[in-house]
């Protein structure tokens, strides 16, 4: 690998660059520009030394002449830029020295960056990971996602209610890092009709749509890690094709030709908040669809242009689909070939079942995605029809494996059956790809058993594991740089592109003076989560204590409210049992709420109600605290995540497909308590049982206690600290002058049934964190147990995923530019 943009880089010219953006793009003075523009113009500067590289991949005619991965995602949660960049590039200090010579701070201009908030959690933020791993082992790739105007909303609180505002992350002056890329903007249309016609005696099928927009893309420039690659992230906006209908307009019909303007204006106007829920919308799956539409019509362009015959698709090109929401490119590349390159429809089948592979990332059957037949029929006409022809394929197979078999009919069916047919996303892809992968051993394992059982019968090798990842580079080098600098001194910087070489430090785990320094830079990235604590909240918090943390979206599978009984049981115990002792606490949640989740507003209310009141009561307040941080996003994480020493990852078991967080604090030297769930299982095996807690029921016991009939009052009255600290949700000790505020999440707990087992597991999870707090009052042991966990969790690296999907699923080549 290179290091190109070292070589080249030329301080003088940079600097004057930064300056002439300040000065012409921004239009302020040397003299009195904001620190806003100045971090706008060097990132601006950066961008264009990029551009020429994205170009020249672009170009590479060997690129052109391998396969590439097409990875398609509705969510590409990429974080700030300009820091991750830098050090892909390797020109961090050069430029924090030019940055220095013109008088501003680099670390704070990196501040001055908004987060792009183009996702919603876990699965925007691995497509993510997965850009920069492919980058950096530069696999020919990609990225195709949707530049919506509003990411994900910004969350604050009134009274500890989440409150949403929407989040413009271009800020009014653009986002600096994109290109327009307007050469390649394409034309979607929706609704109209299918025209049948005779074509050489033929008889053939046309879609006319009602109404057309057009497809802007903006792509974001992915740089490899020390390496002259860039890929793109390529963004597609909607937008209308001409200022309105002239025809329209002419006719008196102002107000209608206005309205497709709207329309198109609306559908990449914002991000669906929804995390693990589907609710199916009209624009919703317009979005879906403008995005799969303009994603294959850019691949066909590409690949049309390189000269390659259209038979020969699958060995240059590959699909991923980043769950089902961009399912709909299936029918719609078989559209494309059949009724746009006139291939037969078995010779078109036969190239798009060698092209897709899907990603399955959930088995909650409220997050399984299916659409009104009745929707798409309207909104895409010719596409219904094609989805009726490869169900009608797919059941004849169907019946020849299980003849006479109606319900394994009924239950494959891509079409659901009832008063309102429903069309299964899922049942589309497995049908339609040649790979479908699980995200963990353990959520792979269950794809097979209980979510597509009989699709693994028919198609025995289909499904398969690629356990998820987390790139090193932002996830440890960039956001903890005290660690990342003692792991290099003692094994070198191999690790950054290669993360397996990290368990050369085992050796170290006994070693005193390692310990030492390990500890203290865990202390000091504990300072700067403090001080960020202080500044924004106004709360004191003492590194002494133990930070743990629970950061993701709120959900009751991620059971926050298990985590808020163990607090509320710690509350009760350092107020009635004066033998209790423990280690000062402080309990760290984030999480945003989807808007119209009432339990998870609810619970969240509960939260910062309860933290109100334990960091005002002076009894328990040296002991313990509770911090709810606002408005949770990649750049906050990077802050959070270096600072943890205990991970909670608690879902219910077989609930959480993979997790990525519990791999980022791994790896940052906390220790994990959860339970036997998505790759916490990977995880143990990984770091060892003993640096570990692991706690609760595993999936065998959920599923017999289950079937045995699960009634959470059995341990409510079973179990004195249990009751206890339930019945603190009731009254007014939380919410004063308002009883029974909290009643809500009391109730889904007791007479809701506990769908999530939080009783049954609580007395399990509270003996795991009293071996905690045991554990941190021996430093030295506990030391040894941070050090292990880092040391060990070189698998978890998302160059390791690539490389598995590069394997097993893409088969293709790097390119080394
Ligand atoms: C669907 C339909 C309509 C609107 C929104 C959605 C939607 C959006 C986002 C449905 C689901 C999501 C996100 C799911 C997600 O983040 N899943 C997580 O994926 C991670 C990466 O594989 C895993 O680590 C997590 O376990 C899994 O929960």
Same mark, same amino acid.
């Given at each position: 690998?290179?290091?190109?943009?070292?070589?080249?880089?030329?301080?003088?010219?940079?600097?004057?660059?930064?300056?002439?953006?300040?000065?012409?793009?921004?239009?302020?003075?040397?003299?009195?520009?904001?620190?806003?523009?100045?971090?706008?113009?060097?990132?601006?500067?950066?961008?264009?030394?990029?551009?020429?590289?994205?170009?020249?991949?672009?170009?590479?005619?060997?690129?052109?002449?391998?396969?590439?991965?097409?990875?398609?995602?509705?969510?590409?949660?990429?974080?700030?830029?300009?820091?991750?960049?830098?050090?892909?590039?390797?020109?961090?200090?050069?430029?924090?020295?030019?940055?220095?010579?013109?008088?501003?701070?680099?670390?704070?201009?990196?501040?001055?960056?908004?987060?792009?908030?183009?996702?919603?959690?876990?699965?925007?933020?691995?497509?993510?990971?997965?850009?920069?791993?492919?980058?950096?082992?530069?696999?020919?790739?990609?990225?195709?996602?949707?530049?919506?105007?509003?990411?994900?909303?910004?969350?604050?609180?009134?009274?500890?209610?989440?409150?949403?505002?929407?989040?413009?992350?271009?800020?009014?002056?653009?986002?600096?890092?994109?290109?327009?890329?307007?050469?390649?903007?394409?034309?979607?249309?929706?609704?109209?009709?299918?025209?049948?016609?005779?074509?050489?005696?033929?008889?053939?099928?046309?879609?006319?749509?009602?109404?057309?927009?057009?497809?802007?893309?903006?792509?974001?420039?992915?740089?490899?890690?020390?390496?002259?690659?860039?890929?793109?992230?390529?963004?597609?906006?909607?937008?209308?094709?001409?200022?309105?209908?002239?025809?329209?307009?002419?006719?008196?019909?102002?107000?209608?030709?206005?309205?497709?303007?709207?329309?198109?204006?609306?559908?990449?106007?914002?991000?669906?908040?929804?995390?693990?829920?589907?609710?199916?919308?009209?624009?919703?799956?317009?979005?879906?669809?403008?995005?799969?539409?303009?994603?294959?019509?850019?691949?066909?362009?590409?690949?049309?242009?390189?000269?390659?015959?259209?038979?020969?698709?699958?060995?240059?090109?590959?699909?991923?689909?980043?769950?089902?929401? @961009?399912?709909?490119?299936?029918?719609?590349?078989?559209?494309?070939?059949?009724?746009? #390159?006139?291939?037969?429809?078995?010779?078109?089948?036969?190239?798009?079942?060698?092209?897709?592979?899907?990603?399955?990332?959930?088995?909650?059957?409220?997050?399984?995605?299916?659409?009104?037949?009745?929707?798409?029929?309207?909104?895409?006409?010719?596409?219904?029809?094609?989805?009726?022809?490869?169900?009608?394929?797919?059941?004849?197979?169907?019946?020849?494996?299980? @003849?006479?078999?109606?319900?394994?009919?009924?239950?494959?069916?891509?079409?659901?059956?009832?008063?309102?047919?429903?069309?299964?996303?899922?049942?589309?892809?497995?049908?339609?790809?040649?790979?479908?992968?699980?995200?963990?051993?353990?959520?792979?394992?269950?794809?097979?058993?209980?979510?597509?059982?009989?699709?693994?019968?028919?198609?025995?090798?289909?499904?398969?594991?690629?356990?998820?990842?987390?790139? @090193?580079?932002?996830?440890?080098?960039?956001?903890?740089?005290?660690?990342?600098?003692?792991?290099?001194?003692?094994?070198?910087?191999?690790?950054?592109?290669?993360?397996?070489?990290?368990?050369?430090?085992?050796?170290?785990?006994?070693? *005193?003076?390692?310990?030492?320094?390990?500890?203290?830079?865990?202390?000091?990235?504990?300072?700067?989560?403090?001080?960020?604590?202080?500044?924004?909240?106004?709360?004191?918090?003492?590194?002494?204590?133990?930070?743990?943390?629970?950061?993701?979206?709120?959900?009751?599978?991620? #059971?926050?409210?298990? $985590?808020?009984?163990?607090?509320?049981?710690?509350?009760?115990?350092?107020?009635?049992?004066?033998?209790?002792?423990?280690? @000062?606490?402080?309990?760290?949640?984030?999480?945003?709420?989807?808007?119209?989740?009432?339990?998870?507003?609810?619970?969240?209310?509960?939260?910062?109600?309860?933290?109100?009141?334990?960091?005002?009561?002076?009894?328990?307040?040296?002991?313990?605290?509770?911090?709810?941080?606002?408005?949770? #996003?990649?750049?906050?994480?990077?802050?959070?995540?270096?600072?943890?020493?205990?991970?909670?990852?608690?879902?219910?078991?077989?609930?959480?497909?993979?997790?990525?967080?519990?791999?980022?604090?791994?790896?940052?030297?906390?220790?994990?308590?959860?339970?036997?769930?998505?790759?916490?299982?990977?995880?143990?095996?990984?770091?060892?049982?003993?640096?570990?807690?692991?706690?609760?029921?595993?999936?065998?016991?959920?599923?017999?206690?289950?079937?045995?009939?699960? $009634? *959470?009052?059995?341990?409510?009255?079973?179990?004195?600290?249990?009751?206890?600290?339930?019945?603190?949700?009731?009254?007014?000790?939380?919410?004063?002058?308002?009883?029974?505020?909290?009643?809500?999440?009391?109730?889904?707990?007791?007479?809701?049934?506990? *769908?999530?087992?939080?009783?049954?597991?609580?007395?399990?999870?509270?003996?795991?964190?009293?071996?905690?707090?045991?554990?941190?009052?021996?430093?030295?042991?506990?030391?040894?147990?941070?050090?292990? $966990?880092?040391?060990?969790?070189?698998?978890?690296?998302?160059?390791?995923?690539?490389?598995?999907?590069?394997? $097993?699923?893409?088969?293709?080549?790097?390119?080394?530019?």
């Amino acid at each position: 690998m290179k290091l190109n943009q070292q070589k080249k880089f030329d301080k003088a010219q940079f600097k004057n660059n930064v300056k002439r953006h300040l000065t012409s793009t921004y239009v302020q003075t040397v003299e009195k520009a904001s620190p806003r523009a100045w971090y706008l113009a060097m990132a601006r500067a950066l961008s264009e030394l990029t551009a020429f590289d994205l170009l020249e991949t672009e170009n590479d005619i060997r690129i052109k002449n391998s396969k590439s991965v097409n990875y398609l995602s509705l969510e590409f949660l990429v974080g700030r830029l300009t820091g991750n960049n830098l050090i892909s590039m390797g020109i961090y200090t050069q430029i924090s020295e030019a940055m220095e010579e013109l008088g501003h701070s680099l670390s704070d201009l990196l501040e001055q960056e908004r987060d792009p908030s183009l996702g919603n959690g876990g699965l925007g933020r691995l497509a993510a990971c997965f850009m920069d791993s492919c980058a950096a082992q530069e696999y020919p790739t990609v990225g195709y996602g949707l530049h919506y105007e509003y990411g994900l909303f910004k969350q604050s609180f009134i009274d500890g209610q989440q409150q949403e505002s929407p989040d413009a992350w271009q800020g009014v002056e653009g986002y600096p890092w994109e290109i327009a890329r307007p050469q390649l903007a394409q034309q979607i249309g929706f609704y109209g009709q299918v025209d049948i016609y005779q074509d050489q005696g033929r008889e053939r099928r046309r879609w006319v749509p009602g109404m057309f927009v057009k497809a802007m893309p903006w792509d974001l420039p992915i740089v490899g890690y020390q390496s002259e690659t860039v890929y793109p992230l390529r963004l597609w906006e909607c937008q209308a094709i001409a200022p309105f209908s002239l025809e329209s307009f002419n006719n008196g019909d102002y107000f209608d030709a206005q309205k497709s303007l709207i329309d198109a204006g609306n559908i990449t106007k914002v991000l669906y908040p929804n995390d693990n829920h589907e609710k199916g919308k009209t624009l919703r799956l317009m979005q879906q669809y403008f995005h799969s539409a303009a994603s294959i019509a850019d691949m066909l362009r590409r690949y049309e242009a390189a000269g390659h015959p259209l038979r020969l698709l699958p060995d240059y090109e590959t699909i991923q689909l980043n769950d089902t929401h @961009p399912a709909i490119a299936i029918p719609e590349l078989m559209r494309v070939l059949v009724d746009e #390159r006139d291939l037969s429809w078995d010779e078109a089948w036969s190239i798009c079942a060698k092209t897709f592979a899907y990603t399955n990332h959930t088995l909650l059957p409220e997050a399984l995605e299916t659409w009104s037949e009745s929707l798409i029929q309207r909104l895409l006409p010719r596409h219904m029809e094609i989805i009726y022809r490869i169900n009608y394929q797919f059941l004849s197979e169907v019946r020849q494996k299980w @003849p006479g078999d109606v319900g394994k009919q009924q239950k494959l069916s891509i079409i659901e059956e009832g008063v309102h047919r429903m069309v299964r996303m899922a049942n589309l892809c497995v049908v339609g790809s040649y790979a479908v992968n699980g995200v963990a051993a353990l959520h792979t394992a269950l794809v097979k058993k209980d979510l597509f059982p009989e699709f693994d019968a028919l198609y025995p090798e289909r499904i398969r594991n690629v356990t998820n990842g987390v790139t @090193p580079r932002r996830w440890l080098k960039f956001c903890n740089p005290g660690l990342s600098a003692l792991i290099s001194d003692k094994i070198g910087d191999e690790w950054t592109g290669e993360l397996e070489q990290i368990s050369q430090l085992a050796v170290y785990a006994d070693d *005193p003076a390692f310990q030492q320094s390990y500890l203290a830079i865990k202390r000091g990235n504990k300072q700067r989560l403090a001080d960020w604590v202080m500044a924004h909240l106004g709360i004191e918090i003492s590194t002494d204590a133990i930070f743990d943390v629970q950061i993701k979206r709120l959900h009751e599978y991620k #059971r926050q409210h298990l $985590n808020l009984l163990h607090i509320l049981s710690l509350y009760h115990r350092l107020l009635h049992d004066p033998e209790f002792d423990m280690v @000062p606490r402080v309990f760290f949640f984030a999480a945003k709420a989807a808007p119209g989740y009432y339990l998870a507003k609810e619970i969240i209310y509960a939260i910062n109600k309860i933290a109100q009141t334990i960091n005002n009561d002076e009894r328990v307040n040296q002991q313990l605290k509770v911090i709810f941080i606002p408005d949770y #996003r990649v750049s906050m994480a990077e802050i959070i995540i270096p600072a943890a020493d205990v991970s909670e990852q608690i879902s219910t078991a077989g609930k959480e497909a993979s997790g990525t967080g519990n791999m980022k604090m791994a790896l940052n030297g906390a220790l994990t308590v959860g339970t036997m769930d998505g790759a916490n299982v990977e995880i143990r095996e990984e770091v060892g049982d003993e640096n570990i807690y692991i706690f609760g029921l595993d999936v065998a016991g959920v599923t017999a206690l289950k079937a045995q009939g699960y $009634n *959470p009052f059995d341990y409510y009255y079973a179990d004195p600290l249990l009751k206890s600290s339930m019945e603190l949700l009731m009254g007014e000790t939380f919410t004063p002058g308002q009883p029974d505020k909290l009643r809500v999440v009391y109730d889904s707990l007791l007479d809701g049934g506990d *769908p999530y087992l939080c009783l049954a597991d609580f007395s399990s999870y509270v003996k795991a964190h009293e071996a905690i707090d045991a554990q941190y009052r021996d430093q030295q042991g506990w030391a040894r147990k941070t050090i292990l $966990n880092t040391a060990s969790v070189g698998k978890f690296t998302s160059d390791r995923s690539i490389r598995d999907y590069v394997e $097993n699923i893409w088969h293709l080549k790097a390119v080394h530019r």
